[in-house]
């Protein structure tokens, strides 16, 4: 019946459970007498997931799925400036999606400057509409919010638009738009909610500063405009901003891109540097005043350097200094789930909290890749664990993501740094070569700035634990291998791989030259 070759075999209510330390687990997360005498009540549903995210929709929708009766309660509260959105998330509305449409935009911006070495004439003067880039942008986001709900309609879960709040680990208190409260009831919850963008405690910040909540909607050309931060989200917009041909600056309190492989990090703010973006480095903002209003207004940024206050105008200031976590005002004090009390994420094993009931998924769980496709697999493995007897966890070790800078990086497992802190800089070797796709030669592009590097750990037949790659479709490039690392890929699996011919990604299948042997990293030839 089980396929379990010891003993004890441990049935709840007809239910397998497992042996004797499945039983002990169980216990030492309080599921054991929730399992031995289930609730009794009757619940308005099976399952209510709070937020209508990418993760809790793709939970949402694979319970459903098992014949369960599944709500999905989202409420967008408007940021300082009043925007606000449909149902999706962060990522549909005002993260992945648009982030990429714009960072297209910016792409396509130098493809037109490349077309000239290659052939095509025009005369035009060429130059960027933000108001046809806006309307495209939030006309597809607009499909994908009615896609969602009509997703969720077909699969019979109940949608409401409205804010949540738990009462006790079974109820909540459900307020609409209108101000309308109703209160339900549920077996199961799970706490989807996610992050928003952080402001600075300085004067002037949420009054005349905009996040990437707001920039994506916006319904003018941002202009002049100041980055605040140095995180992903700073630099991929400074990065299409600048693309688009405006005067871009970045304002940098300590490192770029912290969390993510250091030297790919600097290599990125070279080139930044190199086309246009400028930097003020080792400080941040200490007030924001309007001089001006207008569409866009015009505005003066004070900080310090050297000692001595300094100021600059721009009509945008974009806030990119962080996220935190949703999960305050929500009732998670009223049934006791334990908080990260430093950021607010919600501390579980796996994906259940300390309340047997209730799960957390995606960027509120701490430590954990704050990803949208984790947020997904997450959401999806943890509905049929919890309806279809599976036992399968999401594995949250090598995932792959890319940074969509001007030039993009993508990365897969550990950075450098982490690796040697990890296994021991004897045991680690780096392979490695700057490179030139074949696109640029013609168009006379920068040879020096494409870079990739396999990380491998020596005392374990050169498994490669980490694999970055800096350059043009490096998100489609790092894709495919982070299969190959998922499976356990060495170096020497990677070097018995034939490449395809001219590809960025072939550079992979014949990297020889580590750091360690100083030797030139240019790559020649065919």
């Not at 003067?125 to 896609?147: A, F, M, P, Y």
């Not at 500063?209 to 920039?215: G, K, N």
């Amino acid at each position: 019946m089980t396929g379990q070759r010891t003993v004890p075999n441990v049935f709840i209510g007809g239910t397998h459970l497992g042996g004797a330390d499945d039983t002990f687990k169980a216990q030492s997360e309080n599921r054991l007498m929730s399992l031995i005498s289930p609730p009794t009540a009757d619940y308005t549903y099976d399952l209510v997931v709070i937020g209508g995210g990418s993760g809790g929709l793709a939970a949402s929708k694979e319970a459903a799925s098992f014949g369960k009766k599944v709500a999905v309660c989202d409420f967008v509260k408007p940021t300082p400036v009043g925007t606000t959105w449909g149902l999706g998330g962060t990522c549909v509305n005002v993260g992945c999606i648009p982030k990429k449409l714009m960072h297209q935009a910016a792409i396509l911006g130098q493809s037109i400057r490349d077309a000239r070495h290659y052939g095509w004439e025009f005369s035009e003067e060429v130059s960027h509409k933000w108001e046809t880039l806006r309307k495209g942008v939030q006309d597809h986001i607009g499909s994908l919010n009615w896609g969602y709900r009509v997703a969720l309609r077909d699969k019979s879960v109940a949608y409401q638009n409205a804010y949540a709040e738990f009462v006790d680990p079974h109820t909540i208190k459900c307020v609409n738009r209108r101000g309308k409260e109703t209160t339900i009831t549920s077996d199961k919850f799970i706490i989807a909610t996610g992050m928003r963008p952080r402001y600075p405690d300085i004067p002037g910040a949420k009054e005349f500063s905009i996040t990437s909540d707001d920039l994506f909607s916006l319904p003018y050309c941002p202009g002049k405009t100041l980055c605040v931060g140095a995180s992903y989200v700073s630099l991929e917009c400074a990065g299409f901003l600048a693309g688009m041909g405006l005067d871009v600056t970045v304002m940098v309190r300590s490192i770029l891109l912290r969390g993510f492989d250091q030297e790919i990090a600097e290599r990125i703010g070279l080139h930044m540097e190199k086309h246009s973006v400028k930097f003020i480095k080792k400080t941040v903002p200490t007030r924001i005043e309007r001089l001006k209003e207008g569409t866009p207004p015009s505005l003066r940024v004070f900080y310090n350097e050297d000692g001595a206050e300094k100021h600059l105008d721009v009509n945008t200031v974009l806030m990119a200094i962080g996220r935190d976590a949703c999960t305050t005002g929500i009732g998670l004090d009223k049934v006791g789930v334990m908080l990260n009390q430093k950021n607010g994420q919600v501390i579980a094993n796996g994906e259940q909290t300390n309340i047997p009931n209730i799960y957390a998924i995606g960027d509120i769980l701490e430590g954990k890749p704050e990803l949208t496709p984790v947020a997904i697999e997450a959401g999806i493995l943890l509905a049929r664990r919890m309806f279809a007897g599976s036992d399968v966890q999401c594995d949250y070790v090598n995932v792959p993501t890319t940074v969509f800078t001007p030039l993009e990086y993508g990365c897969c497992g550990l950075a450098e740094e982490d690796a040697i802190k990890q296994y021991g800089e004897d045991n680690i070797e780096v392979y490695h070569t700057n490179y030139m796709p074949l696109e640029y030669t013609v168009a006379g592009r920068d040879a020096s700035d494409c870079y990739a590097k396999l990380i491998c750990n020596k005392a374990d037949k050169e498994r490669v634990v980490g694999l970055h790659i800096l350059g043009p479709n490096a998100g489609e490039v790092t894709q495919g291998y982070a299969v190959a690392m998922k499976c356990g890929a060495t170096k020497q699996h990677f070097d018995a791989t034939i490449g395809i011919h001219p590809t960025v990604s072939e550079l992979f299948t014949t990297l020889s030259v580590t750091k360690n042997s100083g030797g030139d990293i240019m790559a020649k030839g065919c």
